[in-house]
T-cell receptor, first 113, second 113 residues
């Protein structure tokens, strides 16, 4: 099963772009990369996912390297409400049709005024 | 509004007692999941269900039981066999297909008296 490696913590000034890296060197060809975030004592919130092309939505952009071994989540203009733990995830497959999300410890992002 | 609801928000368990955590979704999702989160840790899969009347064990199923009698509901029972039940419990659902995103409820915090 593909695993991910993220920095334990990062800081970002309010209004600046937050770039959160993730390594997933063992990812398989058909596995998607997902990003979630979790604010303290709440359920994880879906942000974005991608396979091999870069993706953008109203929350963030996802840049995946050509070899798919790493990716970067970009929050273009970080606000104080973006302070959270960010998880980079590759699915774990439990059976032919059963799968779940393999959450590691994530990156704790602190956005400062 | 469509979404996932979990109740109660806080639950207290006495020694030797079974308790049941509720999870309901009105997203018409086929798949539902239960995760456990300990302080400072990522999420670990307890059970998942891809369709009604079928469910599979995840990584840490010992001491837990589930049922899936209705598509909308996936209750989790924490039995007395679970010796360290204090944790944050999260329910999620998805359409069930390979790419489909999982969406999470707000969580239930279980404390042992």
């Amino acid at each position: 099963d593909a695993k991910t490696t993220q920095p334990t913590s990062m800081d970002c000034a309010e209004g600046r772009a937050a770039n959160l890296p993730c390594n997933h060197s063992t990812i398989s060809g058909n596995e998607y990369v997902y990003w979630y975030r979790q604010i303290h004592s709440q359920g994880p919130q879906y942000i974005i996912h991608g396979l091999k092309n870069n993706e953008t939505n109203e929350m963030a952009s996802l840049i995946i390297t050509e070899d798919r071994k790493s990716s970067t989540l970009i929050l273009p203009h970080a606000t104080l409400r973006d302070t959270a733990v960010y998880y980079c995830i590759v699915r774990v497959q439990y059976s032919d049709s059963g799968y779940a999300l393999n959450f590691g410890k994530g990156t704790s992002l602190l956005v400062t005024p | 509004d469509g979404g996932i609801t979990q109740s109660p928000k806080y639950l207290f368990r006495k020694e030797g007692q079974n308790v049941t955590l509720s999870c309901e979704q009105n997203l018409n999702h086929d798949a539902m999941y239960w995760y456990r989160q300990d302080p400072g840790q990522g999420l670990r899969l307890i059970y998942y269900s891809q369709i009604v009347n079928d469910f599979q064990k995840g990584d840490i199923a010992e001491g837990y039981s589930v049922s899936r009698e209705k598509k909308e509901s996936f209750p989790l029972t924490v039995t007395s066999a679970q010796k360290n039940p204090t944790a944050f419990y999260l329910c999620a659902s998805s359409g069930g297909q390979w790419e489909e995103t999982q969406y999470f409820g707000p969580g239930t915090r279980l404390l042992v008296l």
